[in-house]
């Protein structure tokens, strides 16, 4: 007996019972169409009002994948919702009457992850993947049935797909308990698959069990178990004997032989720059030895010909008639002064840094006690503390004292200090 919803909607008859209702065939009377539709019961105006929101969000998506909701509303006791007619059957019927293979299998699941894909891209995720809401179309592909409920655990996203390949591949209803009831009825069920595949998927499953594997993990990894070779041959392929010989030759030979020429050699340059045998130096040194020998030697001849030539114009000044020697009425006296002074002014000018600093610190040290440095030349203070007995450090820093000259010492004159102690003082550079 048929059922109305309405003016426009005749249901005909039940196709399949899903976690929230039961779909049937019927008819779009206004658009002389035919559709499926899904009654829920009611359990409440504001659980209707959310289910009827829900719906209505999910109509915005459309996939071949999944149904396609056409239109929604309350009727009595239901909430219905009007679904685009499909070609085929519920996948449950189909399970121990379908001729799919394993590759055909793996392919089928594939194409739904990526459906799955697009849908969590607008948000809608979480529905159930497992064979009691999924459509077989005549051509083996699958297809969501409701999309918009929340299903099981173990029925979403990777490990409900996993299930879902368990569920075709073994023609059962029901979902592996573990993994090892996976394992051993899986492998021999998927028929056309080579061993590679094989092992291939089943690292997959162990990892999806463990709950390792995102959807897009698992989708990427079928894609390439489809990619696999397939022929008899493929497992030889695979393994490519020549590869094992190359991979030594092109990664491990050449860094060795690079790692002789580059870094051998270069502690060699480096000795030979610091201590340079005659016998083995490079060409390059050499030339550039070669280069500089004429230079260097013409310095040393200009400079030894402008010596000579000083000296003679020395001699010649003091030949000259009006030269410090001149006339005899000057007198030997002042002559001989005449001669001193010069002669010993540059003397005493280099000799000057030597005796400027008073020679009394020296002698004025008690051992035992460590002297006053303050005020005192670098020479100076060093004599000082030698002639305490004791050790020293300087250093050299800006400061405004005189330039040269200690202007801090540590630790402090006049302490007690024994014999091989250590003074530290520092000499003004000025500013």
Same mark, same amino acid.
């Given at each position: 007996m048929e059922q109305r919803i309405g003016e426009r909607y005749v249901l005909t008859e039940p196709i399949h019972p899903l976690a929230d209702g039961v779909m049937y065939a019927g008819k779009d009377l206004s658009l002389h169409r035919d559709v499926f539709l899904l009654m829920v019961e009611k359990s409440g105006d504001a659980s209707s009002s959310d289910y009827l929101r829900v719906l209505g969000q999910a109509a915005q998506f459309s996939d071949e994948r999944f149904f396609h909701i056409l239109n929604a509303g309350l009727a009595e006791n239901h909430v219905y919702t009007v679904l685009t007619a499909q070609k085929g059957t519920p996948l449950p019927a189909q399970l121990g009457r379908h001729r799919m293979r394993g590759i055909e299998i793996v392919s089928a699941v594939f194409d739904l992850g990526k459906g799955m894909q697009e849908a969590m891209e607008e948000g809608i995720s979480g529905f159930s993947v497992t064979a009691e809401n999924m459509w077989l179309t005549e051509d083996n592909r699958l297809k969501v049935m409701n999309y918009w409920s929340p299903g099981k655990l173990i029925s979403r996203g990777s490990l409900g797909l996993c299930t879902l390949l368990y569920q075709i591949s073994t023609h059962s209803k029901q979902g592996?308990?573990?993994?090892?009831?996976?394992?051993?009825? &899986? &492998?021999p069920a998927l028929t056309g698959l080579t061993s590679g595949q094989k092992e291939a998927l089943l690292a997959l499953s162990r990892r999806v069990f463990r709950e390792e594997v995102s959807l897009s993990s698992f989708i990427f990894s079928l894609r390439e178990i489809i990619a696999l070779e397939k022929s008899p041959e493929a497992p030889p392929k695979a393994f490519v004997p020549p590869a094992a010989p190359k991979e030594p030759v092109r990664e491990?030979?050449?860094?060795?032989? %690079?790692?002789? %020429?580059?870094e051998e050699p270069a502690p060699e340059r480096v000795r030979r720059t610091e201590k340079p045998p005659r016998a083995k130096e490079p060409e390059a040194e050499v030339a550039e030895t070669r280069e500089r020998m004429p230079l260097r030697r013409t310095i040393w001849t200009l400079g030894t010909a402008a010596v000579v030539l000083l000296g003679i114009a020395v001699f010649m000044y003091m030949l000259l008639p009006g030269g410090p020697n001149k006339g005899p009425g000057s007198g030997g006296t002042a002559g001989n002064t005449a001669t001193a002074t010069p002669a010993p002014t540059p003397t005493i000018n280099t000799a000057t840094p030597e005796p400027t600093p008073t020679?009394?610190?020296?002698?004025?040290?008690v051992p035992g006690q460590i002297p006053n440095?303050?005020?005192?030349? %670098?020479?100076?203070?060093? %004599?000082a503390v030698k002639a305490a007995g004791m050790r020293y450090s300087y250093f050299i820093e800006p400061n405004p004292a005189e330039s040269g000259t200690v202007f801090r010492q540590d630790p402090p004159p006049n302490q007690p200090a024994n014999k091989g102690d250590r003074v530290t003082f520092y000499i003004s550079k000025g500013q």
């Open positions: 592996p308990a573990t993994f090892d009831q996976y394992q051993e009825n &899986v &492998v491990t030979a050449p860094p060795r032989i %690079q790692y002789r %020429q580059e020679p009394t610190p020296p002698t004025d040290a440095l303050i005020g005192l030349t %670098q020479e100076a203070a060093e %004599q």
